[in-house]
């Protein structure tokens, strides 16, 4: 198991090793990133100056066999939404961490010139290095010279010139087993604070290190296989999402009528199949190539609910195409073409922004006239603005809520500065208490409320009766800040919600990893504990329940077909976390 | 009196008079912006969607012979800062609605569809034209064409293109007695606001309207003449002010240090004499035709700070140009020529942006790399952009804050999303304490401690000792609520803060129009109440006392040639209020 913290001070160089506090020992991924940012960072700091900090976290079960648990916590404070931050993504480059026993890698202070390093990490050192050829590089050209600089083996966490310019979208991002650079750990802005840090990149090479040490093998094997079953069992881990992708979800959010089209006026897409996973699937298939379903987005993955996007030739356009971008740059700009989402999808991993904000940015400069709802060619012409920071990419660098001041738009779907994901909230009443409560702002990972509101998966939830939502919220926020800091990726919980066999199986193998003695009480007091925490900062940082709101339009403009307004009173919100 | 209250619902055009509630007898101008506010406006809603409201008042004393008792008081909650806000103007607007026997006009609701009012006030109606013609109008076009269609003797209150584009640092300008559409309410965005509610320009004729009727004349003209007598006697409102302007305090500022140079990299400007008062006096001179020093900014001034600034020709080129503006587009951007300065402030007033804010965010601008320092003719081209809604215009129309956001730059001199006026608190430690615990973001005439701290007025503080510094600017808080509600002008409280007798002759007046009882204490515990009840709005939108607070750098970032930095703690901070 990782014991090492690694500190790069960028005001001085200097880089610090200490085996982690004995307090810290079961803090793993979002709980590590959280603890450290709630005692290390100033709640009231200037996300973008020398005190804030990127703190970079493998899971509990990070390097081990354990089922798709290579996830990778990214945490500070957020320069988009002012709250504390935990972005995660798949990639290689958590699991190389956790095999060099890193546990947390933070880089705090701040150079006082304009320089820009690339740290190289290594089983016998860490070294910062001084590379101005990667300057300004988009991600994919900075990949193919960073595997010429340091072999193809090695793990790359990176940003694009987006965040270099410190823009407030800006995403961190790491390569996968194809080392495609495309790995965001997109939200809230975090690649702006790498950036301000000084640093493009940072290369991971885990040669001749040592495997992760399990305590007991023998439990967590056993263990290993009851969720391995449970994945294997389910029919969305082991039918829908590795055959569709992710982008499975159009069809029945669409029929849900709260799949958000033209920025959030409507609830359903007429294009909506011809952006589905079932159209993607048949792509693929047609174009055969590169292209893939099935695809895995970091080793050990059993579920796959990646793929790799080709072009007409089979060559990769974009990999993965995942439905949050597919909607964001589909539908929600009413654009029903899979060709030139993939085109919008590259252009943002290539220049390093959250597709999701930009989705919702786009969709707020079409409400504004900028440009014209369902134009994909104008809507690549403006992306490519971004990497030229020219003013209008600029704005479009900014997210949704800075479009929306620029052009004095009000109908912006965001929550504390954050633009929401494909699920319009009136419709799905639960994702909205989500939305609204959560501590970094719209996010449905936060609280997945749509596994029971739509996929019955852990409950079977009326989406537009507002009965028991807001517990509904509560428990799958929990269930959220406990598996993000496993390292689990989020989709196992389709299984285990389903299969208590399953769940039990993730505590076992923690357990025979760390000899605690979590069960399923101690895991959502775990996750209670690193909510707690995450919401103390914001508090310090000035928020207060005023800003667990969802936009006032919500409130006031009903969303066809349902005709629904979002329903769930302000005090009704509030329980969540009392 | 004025007892009147006029509501104007824009989304049903309906037009409603009602007397004003005895409760609301004795507030004027700020007082009953504010309390309107706090009543009415629901504090977490959208600024420029339908729950928002314009509040219009004349002060207490406005419309009597009372000197320098013209000001106007527009409220709403501000779409810059998402704070209460009030800001005030002279012109001819204030005393012709106290005339009219308007004590507050009140515009809410929204229209639904994208039309554009101009709304006429006379003695005997109130009637809403759609005048297309006035469309994207610049001001100064604008008053020509009201002037053209309403005759020469009508008020004016009106926005810009800036307004129209709903741009967080749009204002309201009106009139003055030479028709210069100039006198700004400017800053906190207020004028996006009206443009959100669908209304370019409020005509007000005041035709055969009686005059304002006070109840005790005789003790009312025995007090006016105290007051008077103050003005007269004190060598700033009577000597410096007619003579040099508010641009006479380019001088003693620079040489305190704390002149804001370079976007507040520096507190003094090499070139300071260049835009000082007695350079402008000396330009105005030399030049002759309609340039003049020792203008009223509304009938009945009696101090005469204002000015008409001409070009080489002798023609208006800017009328007035004040301190903070010449501060802000000048030696904040080191730029040292009048006339260029002059030029951006005609600019800035035609499209209808704050001034102060406008130079705080060309400022950043410049520290991004956009324009560089010192580049007059960018500025100039940069600042035509805004009315033409490009996207750079966009984001200079977006404030200091909006422009660092798209750039990264932070080292943006802002407090709550408003951008600071010509004083830097790191040489001034009073006026950080304003613009920190001020209710409405970075604002001098809020508390305006620099009276005290550098022109030695009602007190004698080391400006750069923190000593005392809480206590100046909650006093200077109180006495401002009060001043703006009265309708007077804040210089005359340079002469009664000297003068214990002229400022009776404030209450006196007051007392023998209203039949109160009003007192030194009173007055202070009246403007302790209107800073009560906009904190308390404030809190209610969400702010915190984390929120008080001046920005980072200004802790970290010492300021020659004192180089000195912020030193107020925040713990003392909070005392202002406690």
Chains 1, 2 share one sequence.
């Not at 495609?180 to 301000?196: F, K, T």
């Not at 639960?430 to 609280?447: C, R």
Request: hydrophobic share 35%.
């Amino acid at each position: 198991m990782s014991e090492k913290i690694v500190r790069i001070n960028m005001s001085n160089l200097e880089v610090t090793e200490e085996k982690a506090d004995e307090k810290y020992k079961l803090l793993g991924g979002r709980a590590l990133t959280s603890t450290v940012i709630k005692e290390e960072v100033p709640a009231d700091c200037n996300p973008l100056r020398k005190n804030n900090k990127i703190i970079i976290a493998p899971g509990l079960l990070t390097g081990t066999s354990a089922p798709a648990s290579g996830r990778l916590s990214i945490g500070g404070k957020s320069p988009l939404t002012g709250t504390i931050k935990e972005a995660n993504a798949g990639g290689i480059c958590s699991q190389k961490l956790a095999r060099l026993g890193i546990k947390a890698l933070i880089l705090e202070g701040q150079p006082k010139e304009d320089k820009i390093y690339t740290i190289k990490v290594t089983k016998d050192s860490i070294d910062l290095e001084e590379k101005y050829n990667f300057k300004n590089l988009g991600v994919y050209q900075l990949m193919d010279d960073v595997k010429e600089t340091y072999g193809d083996k090695v793990g790359m966490l990176a940003i694009g010139p987006a965040g270099e310019m410190l823009m407030q979208t800006a995403g961190i991002t790491n390569n996968d087993m194809d080392n495609e650079p495309s790995r965001y750990a997109a939200r809230g802005g975090l690649g702006a604070v790498m950036g301000s840090k000084g640093v493009k990149a940072i290369i991971i090479d885990d040669t001749d290190a040592p495997k992760v040490e399990v305590k007991d093998e023998k439990t967590f094997k056993q263990a290993r296989k009851k969720l391995q079953e449970a994945i294997k069992n389910h029919p969305v881990t082991s039918g829908a999402l590795p055959s569709y992708g992710t982008a499975g979800t159009v069809d029945p959010i669409n029929e849900s009528g709260g799949l958000p089209t033209e920025n959030f006026k409507f609830g359903q897409f007429e294009g909506a199949s011809n952006v589905s996973g079932a159209k993607m699937a048949e792509i693929v298939e047609q174009r055969g190539g590169k292209g893939k379903m099935g695809h895995a987005c970091h080793p050990g993955c059993t579920i796959r609910c990646s793929n790799i996007y080709p072009d007409k030739d089979g060559n990769v356009l974009c990999s993965p195409l995942e439905y949050e971008t597919d909607w964001a740059l589909g539908p929600n700009l009413k654009i029903d073409d899979l060709d030139i989402i993939a085109k919008l999808n590259r252009i943002c991993n290539d220049v390093g922004i959250d597709t999701i904000e930009t989705g919702c940015t786009i969709g707020v400069l079409m409400e504004a006239g900028v440009l014209s709802f369902g134009d994909g060619e104008g809507a690549i012409k403006a992306l490519e603005e971004v990497g030229k920071g020219t003013p209008l990419g600029r704005i479009i660098g900014m997210g949704a809520v800075g479009a929306g001041n620029a052009y004095g738009i009000t109908r912006v779907p965001s929550v504390k500065g954050q633009g929401m994901p494909a699920y319009d909230p009136r419709a799905m009443k639960g994702i909205g208490v989500t939305y609204a409560t959560g501590a970094m702002g719209a996010d449905h990972t936060f609280g997945y409320t749509i596994a029971p509101e739509i996929f019955k998966c852990g409950g079977d939830l009326d989406p537009l009766s507002t009965e028991g939502k807001v517990e509904a919220s509560r428990d799958t926020q929990k269930l959220s800040a406990f598996i993000d800091s496993v390292g689990l990726c989020l989709f196992v919980t389709f299984a285990t919600s389903d299969d208590k066999n399953g769940e039990e199986g993730i505590y076992e193998m923690i357990n025979a990893m760390y000899g605690s003695d979590l069960d399923t009480e101690k895991a959502m007091e775990y996750g209670r504990d690193v909510l707690k925490l995450e919401r103390e900062f914001n508090k310090e940082a000035g928020f207060t329940p005023v800003h667990d709101r969802l936009p006032e339009f919500m409130y006031d403009e009903e969303l066809p077909p349902h005709n629904e307004v979002y329903n769930i009173p302000g005090d009704d919100l509030d329980k969540v976390h009392q």
